[in-house]
């Protein structure tokens, strides 16, 4: 029994070894083709648009249906220097554009930086050529990890005009701009998500919300100019 069984085993390695050295080289001939990361199918909505004037603001404009306009009511766990800083959100897409408002001319408070990483307030005067640099400096802090910066400027039938800000690379913000008459008002916009920035995610939702933000821009009027 045993010297049977011994055989058997002896034969059926002998039988097995060479199928199995076949496959094993034909494995390693073969081609290996790597497959590209894939994302999920993003269904957008429908576009349509809603009127935002809130008596006492200084601006209007109109925003997609399927966004929320809410106060903006913290600033670096402050409140804001006057009450017209607004964000409109986009639930569905997890996104977000930070309206900020200042008025030329008019008190402002800014946050500087301590040696210990806190803020603290420091008051001043909102001077038009200081924002627009503040404004340019902002965007730049994107340059470390941006592949590119571009700027273009902005003139609407409203006579709104601006500075139109697209950057490039996994920057926290793709889309940013600044509007102003450059007497009385001044109005930046910056697009935020809440998730690690990744361009190739993000991008057909940036294309997306990248119309909706021009047609923000071409419908935005000042209430109060001068």
């Not at 402050?78 to 008190?107: A, M």
Request: hydrophobic share 35%; net charge positive; glycine share 6%.
């Amino acid at each position: 029994m045993q010297r049977s069984s011994f055989k058997s085993s002896r034969f059926l390695s002998y039988f097995l070894f060479p199928i199995a050295y076949c496959l094993f080289l034909s494995s390693c001939n073969s081609t290996y083709t790597s497959k590209k990361t894939g994302y999920y199918k993003i269904d957008f909505p429908d576009r349509k648009y809603v009127q935002f004037e809130k008596e006492g603001f200084p601006y209007t404009f109109e925003y997609p249906a399927y966004a929320q306009v809410v106060k903006d009511s913290t600033y670096f766990d402050s409140s804001p220097e006057n009450p017209y800083w607004i964000n409109i959100d986009f639930p569905e897409f997890g996104g977000r554009i930070f309206l900020s408002y200042k008025i030329i001319g008019g008190k402002a408070i800014y946050k500087i930086k301590q040696a210990n990483g806190a803020y603290k307030d420091s008051s001043g005067i909102n001077v038009f050529d200081k924002m627009v640099n503040d404004a340019y400096n902002l965007t730049n802090k994107n340059e470390s990890i941006a592949s590119s910066i571009k700027d273009s400027l902005l003139h609407t039938k409203n006579g709104i005009t601006g500075i139109f800000f697209k950057v490039g690379g996994n920057a926290a913000t793709a889309k940013q701009f600044f509007l102003s008459d450059t007497t009385t008002n001044f109005i930046r916009g910056a697009l935020y998500f809440d998730v690690t920035p990744n361009v190739d995610s993000l991008r057909p939702v940036q294309d997306f919300l990248q119309a909706d933000i021009d047609h923000l821009i071409n419908t935005f009027k000042w209430t109060n100019k001068r």
